[in-house]
């Protein structure tokens, strides 16, 4: 029998990790990844298209702790990430028992890592007191975790998309506008695309992050398949991100900083707050406090949240409500000194969340062929090395019954304001007043 074709919607982490493990267990199978932009684009709107991000296992949920844990491991010691990889460690300050569980979680996974719970005046001493003037207000204790740190998030994306390439997998850049269905067995068969042209597959994995909401709201109406909507289970949203350019003499301070996590809980209605070290640009990174989604009328009738539709997600236009928000999370981290630091970029960064911040890797039950992989909840590019594993076992029906259940597209899921990390703003209400829609 031959080979399925496997068509997989999305080249971020999520597709091209899917990609580049069956290209590997599958090596003469038809597999092709389609992304709206170029692989190599300069600019992408994939929430993994970054110049850095987090790779850490100080999860308090001991599930996607032995994932993350996997992953890092594989960051750290595969040539293939590991070039990528950059082992600074992990500063957590937290406000709740955080630290107790992640330690825990290590220890019941036979863990041998330096990880520690520091009192804060202990704490504060450490890396030659760069985070002397962090906001410890409500702390208990200080998670600091040496085995964590940050990857080159789009250098790493580039270079497994290529290998993928290398491998067999084909590219194609376009837009995908709409899903297509066979007439007669209502199978979903491929995708249009917004140029007007078809891809096909047997087997058809979205991996559309933000996009996902609205593209299966276009393609429940073009189909005349309800069940395709998502509904309540998937909602997009965006995080203005900062970058400050360092001088020499104040990046030569910074530069082996630890990855650094200011920690909240509900309660304290805002999400955790991090700050990334500076890249090979001298550029220091942090994000803003505000996760806010952007409702709007997609079909007469029909709201979802979505990203701007502009070709880059207009994710270079943040209004002075986010810049702000940007500014008051710096000094949050760096005190005064840093209120001179001049910014360098901003940006919007657009990913899909969950109320309990899960992926959904699933089939969709409206239609055979047709499975979702997504919802990083702007935690999902630290396992980029292995959910493409994960995905090939959802596809092959060898998931275990645990992750199966976590990520189910239909599972009751918790309440929204049980999670710090949930979207808690509308982005209309945090533009400029000239440019509200």
Avoid at 62 to 72: N, T
Avoid at 158 to 169: C, E, Q
Avoid at 413 to 431: A, G, K, V, W
């Amino acid at each position: 029998m031959a080979s399925p074709s496997y068509l997989i919607v999305g080249a971020g982490v999520f597709g091209v990790s899917t990609a580049y493990h069956l290209i590997q267990k599958y090596p003469s199978s038809s597999v092709t990844l389609v992304d709206r932009d170029a692989f190599d684009a300069e600019q992408r709107v994939a929430a993994s298209w970054d110049w850095n991000k987090v790779v850490r296992a100080d999860y308090d949920d001991v599930v996607y702790c032995k994932l993350a844990i996997e992953a890092q491991d594989i960051f750290k010691n595969d040539p293939v990430w590991q070039p990528y990889f950059h082992q600074t460690g992990v500063y957590w300050i937290c406000r709740s028992d955080y630290a107790k569980n992640v330690i825990g979680h290590h220890e019941e996974l036979g863990r041998g890592d330096d990880i520690a719970a520091l009192p804060v005046g202990e704490a504060r001493k450490l890396y030659g007191g760069l985070f002397e003037d962090s906001n410890y207000d409500g702390a208990r204790e200080v998670l600091v975790n040496r085995a964590g740190g940050w990857a080159a998030a789009g250098d790493s994306l580039r270079a497994i998309t290529k290998r993928a390439l290398d491998l067999g997998v084909e590219y194609v850049t376009a837009e995908a506008a709409s899903l297509r269905f066979d007439a007669q067995t209502g199978a979903c068969s491929g995708v249009d695309t917004a140029g007007g042209g078809c891809l096909a597959g047997d087997k058809v994995i979205l991996c559309t992050g933000a996009y996902t909401p609205k593209l299966l709201e276009l393609s429940a109406f073009g189909s005349g398949i309800p069940e395709l909507s998502s509904g309540s289970r998937i909602l997009a949203a965006g995080i203005a991100t900062g970058m400050a350019r360092l001088d020499e003499k104040t990046y030569e301070s910074y530069e082996n900083m630890p990855v650094g996590f200011q920690g909240y809980t509900a309660e304290h209605g805002k999400p955790f707050i991090g700050s990334l070290p500076p890249t090979k640009d001298r550029e220091l990174k942090w994000w803003g406090a505000k996760i806010f989604s952007n409702t709007r009328e997609v079909l007469p009738g029909r709201q979802v949240s979505a990203p701007p539709s502009t070709k880059d997600y207009s994710q270079w236009k943040v209004s002075r409500r986010l810049k702000q928000d940007i500014a008051e999370q710096r000094h949050l981290w760096y005190g005064s000194k840093s209120k001179d630091w001049p910014m360098s970029k901003h940006r919007i960064c657009w990913d899909a969340f969950t109320s309990s911040s899960d992926f959904i890797i699933s089939p969709h039950p409206a239609a055979k062929g047709l499975y979702v992989a997504t919802c990083g909840s702007f935690h999902g590019y630290k396992f980029f090395p292995v959910l493409g594993k994960y995905v090939v076992q959802m596809l092959e029906g060898n998931l275990s019954p645990e992750l199966q259940a976590r990520w189910a597209w239909d599972r009751e899921r918790p309440d929204s304001s049980l999670n710090c990390e949930y979207p808690n703003s509308e982005l209309n209400d945090l533009l400029d007043s000239a440019a509200r829609l």
